[in-house]
């Protein structure tokens, strides 16, 4: 006989509204941090009568190789790629039944903000920093983002480049979500996925897309991803899918998706990015 999904399982609405604040914060210091540039001119901030006991040191010759429709570009590129995100939020959020909408819309946003912290701190090094035995980056070639500024050797910012990069990085583990929807708890998936993109992503982000890396020294060439993140987060969803195994009660219980319309609204994020 089939029954109505428990109504005592829906998120706390006080809870829900505190993580969604905490996920905003993390990533708005996120964003902050990408795009503040290493070097300033302080004359800008506080006239040209500035104190001489600050640095005024202009920055024009960060610029002189700046390609200005480059770096328009990959900043058009870099929104709809994070776009992408929220719209695979809706897409899985769309089919679960309605006591899991909010934890499997918070799951992609929470990765988001996540992702990008560990990316700032420590994955950009991982997967682009000087090369340690052709597999992976010395963690502390860009830790803390240190010496991602404003040069712009070829053409773009570093910073523009880094952020691109990061964008990659935070919707590659969104994608594994979805196999193991309404299966999971929720810390225990963020654990996972913190660990994952140190020990999964990044490795292989150096062996393609590093000048040194293992992948790129024998020629082979992954222009969109489709090695990156397509394959990585397909087996590894896989993989947990059947370690993870059916719903409890599949049988007994009716799956009867929330909102379907949500699920188009996704697929025209994800077509659109």
Same mark, same amino acid.
């Given at each position: ?13 006080m ?17 902050l941090?990408?795009l503040?540039?290493?070097e ?9 009568d ?12 960060n610029y ?17 790629v ?6 695979l ?21 929470v ?12 994955g ?21 983002? +240190?010496?991602?500024?404003?040069? !712009?050797?070829?053409?773009?910012p *570093? &910073?523009?480049?880094? $952020?691109?990069q990061g964008?990659?990085a935070?919707?590659t583990?969104?994608l ?10 929720f810390i225990?998936?963020?654990?996972f ?9 990044c ?14 020294h ?11 993140v397509?394959?990585s987060?397909g ?11 059916? +719903?409890?009660?599949?049988?007994? !219980?009716?799956?009867?998706?929330? *909102? &379907?319309?949500y699920? $188009?609204?996704?697929t ?6």
């Amino acid at each position: 006989m089939l029954t109505a999904p428990d109504t005592n399982l829906r998120p706390n609405p006080m809870r829900t509204a505190v993580s969604a604040f905490i996920l905003f914060l993390i990533f708005l210091m996120g964003m902050l941090v990408l795009l503040v540039p290493d070097e300033r001119d302080d004359k800008m901030y506080l006239g040209n009568d500035a104190p001489s006991s600050i640095s005024t040191t202009s920055t024009t010759s960060n610029y002189d190789n700046l390609n200005n429709g480059d770096t328009a570009f990959m900043c058009i590129c870099c929104a709809l790629v994070l776009l992408m995100t929220p719209g695979l939020a809706f897409f899985y959020g769309g089919m679960v039944r309605k006591n899991n909408l909010v934890s499997t819309l918070l799951q992609c946003f929470v990765i988001m903000g996540l992702i990008m912290m560990l990316w700032i701190i420590i994955g950009y090094s991982l997967a682009f920093g000087e090369d340690e035995g052709r597999v992976i980056g010395n963690p502390k070639t860009y830790f803390f983002f +240190r010496d991602v500024g404003s040069d !712009t050797d070829g053409g773009i910012p *570093h &910073t523009i480049y880094a $952020l691109f990069q990061g964008t990659f990085a935070i919707i590659t583990p969104a994608l594994i979500t979805g196999a193991v929807a309404e299966r999971v708890n929720f810390i225990a998936l963020m654990f996972f996925v913190a660990l994952w993109h140190i020990i999964v992503y990044c490795p292989l982000a150096h062996m393609e897309w590093h000048s040194e890396g293992l992948f790129h020294h024998y020629g082979h060439k992954d222009f969109a991803g489709g090695t990156v993140v397509h394959m990585s987060s397909g087996y590894s969803a896989l993989v947990l899918a059947l370690l993870i195994g059916k +719903r409890k009660g599949e049988k007994e !219980t009716l799956h009867q998706p929330v *909102h &379907t319309p949500y699920v $188009l609204l996704g697929t025209a994020l994800l077509w659109f990015g």
